[in-house]
């Protein structure tokens, strides 16, 4: 075998473990050998010694019969690495703080990943009816409150080579056609906020804002708020609350 070869092996196999990680990180619980290799089409002997190297390693754990697999905790340890040491997690960690004592409401920090927005911090509501949210959740961009401040910072074009045409569809009020969701992220820019009107979930409002850390942004702040408790005068506040936070993460310009 060549270095080229190797040097090609070598990425091949990162490539799988990667795959793999992410087909277990998406589907919890513990999943056969040939469930798994439907999945991901490896060759079978090629995927139990992958699955037997990561095991031993512990990133992926077995059953008490070895057949059956599943995420590992050495996954939660890297996570938990990764929020921890996060700049922007570190800097918005305040604000999120005080957008709970100033709303009374569920908080999130998230960052866009591809198609989605990954939570990267919480704040619970003190109210019994809230919304339940953990760090690591995946939600569609197109959906959400977070994903929509975000798109909002791409260029309409960024954003057709990045969503399909026909959106998923999560509830009876989500925005399935590109072309519409676009023209909305026109009104977000101009407003400075973006609303999710129960098209993530039904029976939940959001409003969120992107930090303008990078351009396009990556990071966002929002804030949900169940439709029963949501009144013009509390949606306004939440509204001011969160452009305020987001005014005050804004870096200011070096002086030269």
Not at 127 to 140: A, I, S, Y
Not at 179 to 202: K, P
Request: with cysteine; proline share 6%; net charge neutral.
């Amino acid at each position: 075998m060549s270095a080229a070869d190797n040097g090609g092996s070598q990425v091949k196999s990162a490539v799988r473990t990667v795959e793999l990680l992410e087909y277990f990180a998406g589907r919890p619980g513990l999943h056969s050998l040939t469930t798994v290799q439907e999945a991901v089409g490896y060759p079978k002997s090629s995927l139990f010694m992958l699955l037997r190297t990561l095991v031993d390693l512990g990133w992926i754990e077995t059953d008490a019969t070895g057949t059956r697999y599943g995420i590992g905790v050495r996954a939660l340890l890297v996570g938990t690495s990764c929020v921890d040491g996060d700049e922007v997690v570190a800097a918005a960690r305040p604000a999120l703080d005080r957008l709970a004592e100033d709303t009374a409401e569920t908080l999130h920090l998230a960052r866009l990943d591809g198609t989605h927005v990954v939570t990267l911090a919480t704040r619970p509501s003190p109210h019994h009816l809230r919304p339940f949210t953990r760090v690591g959740r995946r939600l569609p961009a197109h959906s959400t409150a977070l994903g929509k401040a975000l798109l909002a910072t791409h260029t309409d074009d960024q954003v057709r080579s990045l969503l399909p045409p026909v959106l998923a569809r999560l509830t009876e009020h989500t925005r399935t056609d590109r072309e519409e969701l676009i023209a909305e992220l026109h009104t977000v820019r101009a407003q400075g906020y973006a609303a999710d009107r129960e098209e993530n979930t039904l029976g939940l409002r959001c409003f969120g804002v992107a930090l303008p850390h990078r351009s396009p942004a990556r990071d966002a702040l929002s804030c949900s708020v169940p439709v029963a408790r949501l009144t013009p005068a509390h949606e306004q506040l939440i509204r001011d609350a969160l452009c305020a936070a987001r005014d005050r993460l804004t870096p200011v310009p070096r002086q030269r």
